[in-house]
């Protein structure tokens, strides 16, 4: 299959051209209001609910979601689905908890927020660098799964080649935030999302039409294609359950997935591009619609992959476990699905690329270069500019790093910065937002707390190295048993906030505290709120 693949690529190379081609137009359509900050950050705030849920949705359906979630239901069954339901289930958080009042400060990053009612230079600082290490985290992600997908349907199996690859999507993506802004990554948002989950539908009908839309005809097809012990497929603990180690494991991602979506910056950021509260929360609805529809579709497509391709040419095939995907598209329907399909998921990748760069650059040249180093004073265009040249920076550091972590799964990859999202920024969040007596000591305990001992783990822990997977093989540092440091970073964190606030014996502005919990709550004033 994989020769007869590569054989057509240049069908596939054809509707990737156009497709970027179109994209392209978009963007500089966009570029043409991108005239200050407001615009450049978040466009204007011009995006009703529907069109930002639907962006957010397009933001969030990563290629974790769609390569690394469908290879992993289809090697690993019943234990894979787990990243589907921790994703959507982590919406509820984010609606319930984040989504309403953040979007009440009326800024335009998480620091905004943060630095309402605690000293604005120590938590900027801490905010923009937990932004920028979870942005990377994330960026690994998606650079990996673009270097999987193009090497797969170009028949690159050498690593140099990847390597090209990868550094292409990350020359593309610096190319659409710079040009774009806020409003082109949204517009390039909604189409990748409504392309997106089209194709995923589509494909769904197509695998259940095979097998009689009889769900069960599809899972025992997908157990006798697995071989001998092919059941495990449909039980609990094939991934997670053999050891205690790796039940550990599931409650630690479980927690990283449910608690890192309501703090993840590239999201937080989204909030902000609506006019109203109301719109905000919209968003959020629409979002765990198409989201929910989404994450059923894969449940199908991973026993689908399963059932029709094996799991060993899975595994087998140029960027193993992510590969799922555009196998079972081309089974289906041949080089033109195989070509539609590798085209919406590279779309993918560029569109979350594309929101995640954007929100370094504004954390950095807001937070840092206006707020701190200007003292909220920056020349009349600077802001913009330094947005851009941050944009460049970050685009190099993912292109490096998407070349170091490849081969590793996309879905996993996502999780660590799940966890480092939900260690470094999530506590803060809810502290700064529920807490009268939470104090910027408490703040910043709580923020470089998580990121260190999150970063820690991550390092010293199995994806790292000791074994087949890691990123040194050869090496053997992994003294942390567990693959996700969730279970142990988050409490940490929230610990360290409550314990940096009641050693403090300072204490805040109450009347800031007194405007921001009105504000949150009310929105009253959001809407005359600009940023420096």
Known sequence: MIESM?????????????????TMIIVFRASRNNRTASDYYAAGRSFSGSQNGTAIAGDYLSAASFLGITGAIAINGYDGFLYSIGFLVAWLVA???????LRNTGKFTMADVLSFRLRQRPVRIAAAISTLAVCFFYLLAQMNGAGTLVSLLLGIGDRAGQSVVIAVVGLLMIFYVLIGGMKGT?????????????????????????YGFNLSGLLDAAVLKAGPGGEALLNPGKQYGATAASRLDFISLGLALVLGTAALPHVLMRFYTVP???????????????????????????????????????????????????????ALGGPVLLGLIAAVAFATILAVVAGLTITAAA???????SSV??????????????????????????????????????AFLVALAFAVAASANL??????LFWRRFTTQGALWSIYGGLASAILLIVFSPVVSGSATAMFPDAAFNWFPLSNPGIVSIPVAFLLGWLGTVLDRGSEDPVKQAEMEVRSLTGLGAEKATPH
């Open 186 to 210: 949204t517009w390039v948002q909604i189409i990748k999302a409504v392309l997106l989950i089209a194709g995923a539908g589509l494909m769904t009908i197509w695998v259940l039409s095979l």
């Open 276 to 330: 109203t509260a109301k719109e905000a929360r919209r968003s959020v609805v629409w979002a765990i619609w198409l989201i929910g529809i989404f994450y059923l579709f894969t449940l199908v497509l991973g026993y689908g992959a399963g059932a029709l391709i094996g799991p060993e040419e899975i595994t087998a095939a140029p960027g193993g476990v992510n590969s799922a995907a555009p196998l079972l598209a081309f």
């Open 373 to 410: 180093l200007k003292k909220g004073k920056p020349a009349p265009g600077s802001e913009v500019k330094v947005a851009r040249i941050t944009v460049v920076v970050v685009g190099v550091v993912a292109i490096i790093g998407g070349i170091g972590t490849n081969g590793q799964n996309v």
């Open 95 to 101: 609606l319930l908890l984040v989504a309403e009042l």
């Open 6 to 22: 590569q054989s057509t690529a240049w069908v596939n190379i054809l509707i990737f051209a156009l497709f970027v081609t179109v």
């Open 427 to 432: 506590p803060t969040i809810l502290y700064s």
């Open 363 to 369: 954390s950095f040249s807001h937070d840092i270069y």
